[in-house]
């Protein structure tokens, strides 16, 4: 379980298809404290880490996780927003994040609000039930609430703390993102059917 507050942004040093995919990722930090079998969110998917150096881990991803995720199309070079799971104890700042991505949204535009920058999404017409106003979301790993919703589309506010230390600042029109609905909604949708 994550909190949706990225600790920090690694990039990916390498990519090997042989069966399952192998990704391995370069960190500012010490990855040999990371334990093997441990989990770690890796722009919102929880992965397992299969290897580890000193400056980098490597994580196993199959045929399904690439298929409806961002991660099938990462190259060399791509940031990574990373966060390491939650501890019993930890501030839960963000909202409750699984790493379970639902789909990959669209960024649709953007548009400068004070020193914020307003990101309008599209995402998948079957998801969007799962999206509110004022509801959580988690874009890439990062923990946003929702502003608006109309039709396929929805819309968030990144505060310039948040452009500068995550890799949503560097998105452009048409990327994709990984989007994972508020875990709560889902289950009250389940619910009510």
């Known amino acids: 379980m994550f909190t949706g507050i990225v600790t920090s942004v690694g990039s990916v040093r390498s990519v090997q298809k042989r069966g399952d995919t192998h990704i391995t990722i370069a960190v500012p930090f010490d990855a040999s404290a990371l334990s093997l079998g441990a989990s770690i969110a890796c722009a919102g998917c929880c992965l397992t880490v299969t290897a580890r150096s000193h400056d980098d881990f490597a994580v196993t991803v199959s045929a399904e996780t690439l298929a409806h995720t961002t991660l099938g199309v990462w190259k060399i070079g791509d940031p990574v927003n990373l966060e390491r799971p939650l501890k019993i104890g930890d501030e839960l700042g963000g909202h409750i994040v699984t790493g379970h991505v639902d789909a990959v949204a669209k960024l649709a535009r953007t548009a400068p609000e004070g020193e914020s920058l307003r990101m309008v999404f599209s995402a998948p017409t079957d998801i969007m039930r799962f999206i509110a106003p004022k509801g ?58």
Do not use: C, W
């Open 136 to 193: 959580s979301v988690a874009l890439d790993g990062v923990s946003l609430t929702v502003n608006e919703v109309e039709g396929a589309s929805f819309g968030v506010n990144i505060i310039p703390h948040t452009l500068k230390v995550t890799t949503l600042g560097r998105l452009k029109q048409g990327d994709g993102v990984n989007l994972e609905v508020d875990l709560m909604a889902r289950y009250v949708a389940r619910l009510v059917r």
